[in-house]
């Protein structure tokens, strides 16, 4: 009796977990209420919808230049700056269950890893189309890479940005700000020698004198550091948990059927 009731048990869970995956095939991340929402950092923070972002990205007319320009100012309009406690649930901050089990899980076991969560998959993050700094900047690196276009991830101190090779044949870098929708004709080594040259840059996009004194003493040199992409900057452990447990979602409700097949079977009287 006890086996039967484990046998059902476990059939019924691996049911659920995958009925939870397939619900999750049919649910946005995105909560079309960011598009009015009023707590965003910036002011009429996001224009664009999922689509209209997918759709510009996904055309890489012109030169590499060219293009990190178009994605830069594209992610800076169709991805709001929110991470307030308010969007846990409301613009999964928390990867809801129906996206990821396991990630929805560990936001309890580990809230400060997961309460909140940042994407290391870019596409996840644009879909859910909120995030911090970082996330912008992981969204347009990993898009810059998939269009050949080398980049890095910049960690300064209080913000983060990304750098492009603009120019392969001369080799030029220059920084991206995707948050803040601006680009800097220079490099960070560049910058960092002198971080009063990103004024102008802040300036031409209406930002205050006040916000671009704490971003010049920001691009300053001390704290800096440089990532050659999501998964250094992320770190192997999340980078690599986050993409396996897309694969575990899928795993463990199938090997719960099978241990269920199996006891099942151990149960049946063997013929003589």
């Known amino acids: 009796m006890k086996f ?5 048990s476990l059939k019924t869970t691996a049911i659920i977990l995958l009925g939870i995956n397939f619900i999750g095939f049919f649910m946005p991340l995105r909560n079309s209420e960011i598009y009015a929402e009023s707590n965003t950092f910036f002011k009429n923070d996001i224009g664009l919808t999922e689509e209209q972002l997918l759709e510009i990205l996904s055309q890489k007319n012109g030169s590499d230049k ?26 999964n901050l928390r990867v809801p269950i129906f996206e990821n089990y396991i990630l929805y899980l560990a936001s309890y076991t580990s809230p400060a890893s997961f309460m909140k969560y940042e994407f290391s998959d870019y596409q ?9 700094c970082s996330q912008h900047s992981i969204i347009l690196s990993e898009i810059l890479k998939k269009n050949n276009i080398d980049s890095k991830i910049i960690g300064l101190s209080g913000h983060v940005v990304v750098m492009a090779n603009i120019d392969k044949k001369n080799s030029q870098y220059w920084v991206l700000d995707p948050d ?55 770190g192997n452990n999340k980078y690599y948990f986050e993409k396996i447990s897309y694969v575990a979602i899928w795993v463990i409700p199938f090997l719960i059927l099978c241990i269920s097949y199996t006891l099942e079977r151990s149960m049946k009287p063997k013929s003589v």
């Open 4 to 8: 039967k009731i484990l046998i059902i």
């Open 66 to 91: 060219d293009f990190a320009i178009k994605a830069n100012d594209a992610i800076n309009k169709g991805i709001a700056h929110f991470w307030m406690d308010e969007g846990i649930d409301k613009y």
């Open 124 to 132: 996840l993050a644009l879909e859910r189309g909120v995030g911090l």
């Open 180 to 234: 803040y929708g601006v680009v800097i004709e220079h490099s960070i080594s560049q910058i960092e020698k002198e971080p009063e040259i990103i004024r102008m840059y802040y300036a031409q996009h209406g930002y205050s004198n006040e916000d671009i004194m704490k971003l010049i003493d920001i691009y300053g040199p001390d704290g800096n550091f440089i990532t050659d992409g999501v998964r250094e900057y992320s």
